[in-house]
């Protein structure tokens, strides 16, 4: 494999750049998976609240709309895990 040396002012430019977007990609990730790991934790820790909320949320709607909240419901049930 040949080696990387940049040679004019542009070549340096852009081996910055790619030095840079790299840097940032490896930021992104680490980001992302702090935020996966926090929601994973918060469902683990607050799931049936948090269904108990959805629910009454619902329910508060099902006098004057039924035929919304029945597909509402479906579709809550078939997001479970």
């Not at 918060?42 to 508060?60: F, G, I, S, T």
């Amino acid at each position: 494999m040949s080696k990387l040396s940049p040679v004019v002012a542009y070549q340096r430019w852009l081996a910055g750049q790619v030095i840079a977007a790299s840097a940032r990609i490896d930021r992104c990730r680490l980001h992302l998976d702090a935020w996966e790991y926090r929601r994973a934790r918060r469902a683990e820790l607050c799931w049936d609240a948090d269904r108990k909320v959805e629910a009454e949320k619902l329910a508060a709607g099902l006098s004057k709309r039924p035929s919304l909240v029945a597909a509402q419901l479906r579709h809550v049930i078939t997001q479970s895990p």
